[in-house]
C-alpha cells in the first residue's frame, strides 16, 4: 500500500518561511507525478504545486514566485518550499502521487499563518 508522509507544517507569522516534506513509501517514486494540495476551512481543495517524473514543474497563481517544489528521488521524498507566507495560505496541505490518473494522499500537514 502506498504510503505518503507529510510533515513541516507549523505556526508561522506572515512574511515568514516554511519547509514541508512528504516521504513516499511503496511506489516506484522516480516515475509518477507528485503534488501539493491544500484545504482551507469551507472551502474546496485546491492544487498548489506538482512536478512531474521528468522535473517539470507547476504552481497556481496564488503562489508563483513565492512557493516552490522539488523532489529528491533518491530519498523517494517532495519538498514544498514556502516564502513570504501569507494569512490566505493557511490551510492543511497534503502530499500527492498521481500515477496514471490514480492519486494517493497523505493525511495533511497543518500551516498555520499570523498576521
Known amino acids: 500500500q502506498v504510503q505518503l508522509v507529510e510533515s513541516g507544517g507549523g505556526l508561522v507569522q506572515a512574511g515568514g518561511s516554511l519547509r514541508l516534506s512528504c516521504a513516499a513509501s511503496?511506489?516506484?517514486?522516480?516515475?509518477?507525478?507528485m503534488g501539493w494540495y491544500r484545504q482551507a476551512p469551507g472551502k474546496q481543495r485546491e492544487a498548489v504545486a506538482a512536478?512531474?517524473?521528468?522535473?517539470?514543474?507547476n504552481y497556481v497563481d496564488s503562489v508563483k514566485g513565492r512557493f516552490t517544489i522539488s523532489r529528491d528521488n533518491a530519498k523517494n521524498t517532495v519538498y514544498l518550499q514556502m516564502n513570504n507566507l501569507k494569512p490566505e495560505d493557511t490551510a492543511v496541505y497534503y502530499c500527492?502521487?498521481?500515477?496514471?490518473?490514480?492519486?494517493?494522499w497523505g493525511q495533511g500537514t497543518q500551516v498555520t499563518v499570523s498576521s
Open positions: 511503496r511506489i516506484i517514486f522516480s516515475i509518477g507525478t
Open positions: 500527492n502521487y498521481n500515477i496514471a490518473a490514480v492519486y494517493y
Open positions: 512536478i512531474t517524473s521528468g522535473g517539470s514543474t
